[in-house]
């Protein structure tokens, strides 16, 4: 079993969220997990601290541990607006132009998904300031619908990863849709809209689904790790996705891409 893992990019910066009503949802959360004791008052502030400088994202700061043990993400970046996700095209074309420098893969994060004509604007968009000929696709929130599918296979999207479920890869049309297994907020918010589930029990977690995963001979498994959690002000989720590499390393895993594995399917098909 070969290990897929992708980091979605939300946010960029705070003051993209001057419109709505993102900051003020997270003063809330942030004083609902402190009170229920899954977060420390240190982290609370660290937080605030963040707004103060105006910093949502720590892409940088990923590629770097990534990069340091040798695991090939994925990260998926936003062209356009929709349910919280508010950053400019200008900044998602040059951290887009940024990953692809660090040698990383880069998709589309995607909005629009059950009216063709735009997905297919946001695929053209992306094509355009990422200068790539083929990449893939997740939609934002994992949103879909029964044509959306359908619609990325015929807009020309290499693979998409927005089906939650522990299946294998499998095709539709010319895309490969590879379902996600693991993401970090259905790891440590359980039917819940903030945290309510401590490192411990999300390690317990993550270790069951992987061995369920291997028993049921799953041949790519997918994990999702949003870079806006790659903090202090998010200790527990951060130490969770060190544990989780460290753990697969440690175990002997293997690391690869959804092209890579894209590659290798089609090989061995023939």
């Keep these: 079993m070969?290990?897929?893992?992708?980091?979605?990019?939300?946010?960029?910066t705070v003051l993209e969220h001057n419109r709505d009503l993102?900051?003020?949802k997270l003063i809330i959360r942030s004083f609902i997990e402190l009170g229920l004791g899954y977060i420390s008052i240190s982290e609370m502030i660290k937080k605030f601290s963040e707004c103060l400088k105006n910093k949502w994202q720590n892409i940088e700061e990923l590629m770097?541990?990534?990069?340091?043990?040798?695991?090939?993400?994925?990260?998926?970046?936003?062209?356009?607006k929709g349910k919280g996700l508010c950053y400019s095209l200008e900044n998602a074309e040059y951290w887009v132009k940024k990953i692809v420098e660090q040698g990383f893969d880069v998709g589309v994060h995607g909005i629009a998904y059950d009216n063709y004509e735009l997905i297919k604007t946001e695929f053209d968009t992306f094509k355009k300031i990422s200068d790539l000929k083929t990449f893939g696709i997740r939609m934002h929130y994992l949103r879909h619908n029964e044509y959306t599918l359908d619609f990325l296979n015929k807009t020309g999207y290499l693979f998409d990863s927005s089906i939650y479920?522990?299946?294998?890869?499998?095709?539709?049309?010319?895309?490969?849709?590879f379902p996600l297994h693991i993401m970090?907020?259905?790891?440590?918010c359980k039917k819940s809209r903030w945290q309510n589930v401590f490192l411990e029990k999300a390690k317990q977690e993550t270790r069951s689904l992987i061995e369920k995963a291997h028993e049921n001979d799953i041949n790519y498994f997918t994990i999702l790790f949003h870079d806006r959690y790659f903090s202090e002000?998010?200790?527990?989720?951060?130490?969770?996705?060190?544990w989780l590499i460290?753990?697969?390393?440690?175990?002997?895993?293997?690391?690869?891409t959804f092209n890579d594995a894209v590659d290798t399917i089609e090989r061995m098909k023939g």
């Design 2 to 12: 070969k290990i897929i893992i992708s980091h979605d990019v939300d946010h960029i």
């Design 246 to 256: 460290y753990y697969l390393k440690k175990n002997n895993f293997e690391f690869t």
């Design 233 to 242: 002000s998010f200790k527990q989720w951060k130490e969770w996705y060190l």
């Design 184 to 188: 970090d907020g259905y790891i440590f």
């Design 165 to 177: 479920g522990l299946k294998n890869p499998y095709k539709v049309g010319s895309l490969w849709e």
């Design 64 to 80: 770097k541990f990534d990069k340091e043990n040798n695991v090939p993400s994925t990260f998926f970046v936003g062209v356009s």
């Design 22 to 24: 993102i900051i003020p």
